[in-house]
C-alpha cells in the first residue's frame, strides 16, 4: 500500500519532442504529489506538485496530470531539451501524519540534441 | 547562500569506522529528514525530526543514530560501518501544513 509505482525507467526522446512519466499509487491517503528533478551529484530539486483537487497543473513546460479514481498521475515535459537530461522521481505523501514522501523508482530522461 | 547544507560531500572509510554526517538548513523549517539513496538511485526515508523531536524512524539499523541539537540541524551518526552502508545520504527540511521538501547535494559514502 505504500508504494509508487514508476514508469519507464529509462527514457530517450529527441530535442522538441514530449517526455511522459507516469506514476501510480495504492494508499487513497496520499493527498501530495510532488515531482523533483535530479542531476548527477546534485539533490532531488522540486520542480512541480500538485494536490487531488486538481486533475492538472502546469508550470512552464512542465504538467501533471492527475486521476484520482485510477490513482495515477503523470508529468509531461513539452518541448524538451537536452538541459532536461537528467534523473526525475515522482513522490507521495500524506499531509496529515508524518508527512513522509513515498519516492518511485525514478527514471532517467534522456534528450537528444 | 545555500539553503540546505551538508558536510562532508565525500566520505571514504574503513568497514568498522564509526562516522557523523552533518546537515543544517536557513530556511526556518520545523521539520527535517534524512534519505539513503542506494546504486540503483532508489530513495527511501530514514528519519524524521519536527522540532527536535523524533518524528519517523523507519526499519533502519541500531547503528545509525539521528541527533538533533536545534530545529535547523539534524546530524547522523553512523557506527561499525558496514559494506551495505554505501550509498548517498540526503538531508531534507520541510515546513508544516504539507509543504514541499528542499533537500542538499548528498554525501556520499563510500567503505572499502
Known amino acids: 500500500q505504500q508504494q509508487v509505482k514508476q514508469s519507464p525507467q529509462s527514457l530517450i526522446v529527441q530535442k522538441g519532442g514530449i517526455s511522459i512519466i507516469n506514476c501510480a499509487y495504492e494508499?487513497?491517503?496520499?493527498?501530495?504529489f510532488p515531482w523533483y528533478q535530479q542531476f548527477p551529484g546534485k539533490g532531488p530539486a522540486l520542480l512541480i506538485a500538485i494536490r487531488p483537487d486538481v486533475s492538472e497543473k502546469k508550470e512552464g513546460r512542465f504538467t501533471i496530470s492527475f486521476n484520482k479514481s485510477a490513482k495515477q498521475f503523470s508529468l509531461h515535459i513539452m518541448d524538451s531539451q537536452p538541459g532536461d537530461s537528467a534523473t526525475y522521481f515522482c513522490a507521495a505523501s500524506s499531509t496529515s501524519g508524518t508527512y513522509k514522501y513515498i519516492f518511485g523508482t525514478g527514471t532517467r530522461l534522456k534528450v537528444l540534441a | 547562500d545555500t539553503a540546505v547544507s551538508q558536510t562532508p560531500k565525500y566520505l571514504v572509510t574503513q568497514m568498522g569506522n564509526d562516522k557523523s554526517i552533518k546537515c543544517e538548513q536557513n530556511l526556518g523549517h520545523d521539520t527535517m529528514y534524512w534519505y539513503k539513496q542506494d546504486s540503483k538511485k532508489f530513495l527511501k526515508i530514514m528519519f524524521s525530526y519536527n522540532n527536535k523531536e523524533l518524528i519517523i524512524n523507519e526499519t533502519v539499523p541500531n547503528r545509525f543514530s539521528p541527533k538533533s541539537p536545534d530545529k535547523a540541524h539534524l546530524n547522523l551518526h553512523i557506527n561499525s560501518l558496514e559494506l551495505g552502508d554505501s550509498a548517498v545520504y540526503f538531508c531534507?527540511?520541510?515546513?508544516?501544513?504539507?509543504?514541499?521538501?528542499?533537500f542538499g547535494d548528498g554525501t556520499r559514502l563510500s567503505i572499502l
Open positions: 531534507a527540511s520541510s515546513g508544516t501544513g504539507g509543504q514541499p521538501q528542499h
Open positions: 494508499n487513497t491517503a496520499f493527498d501530495y
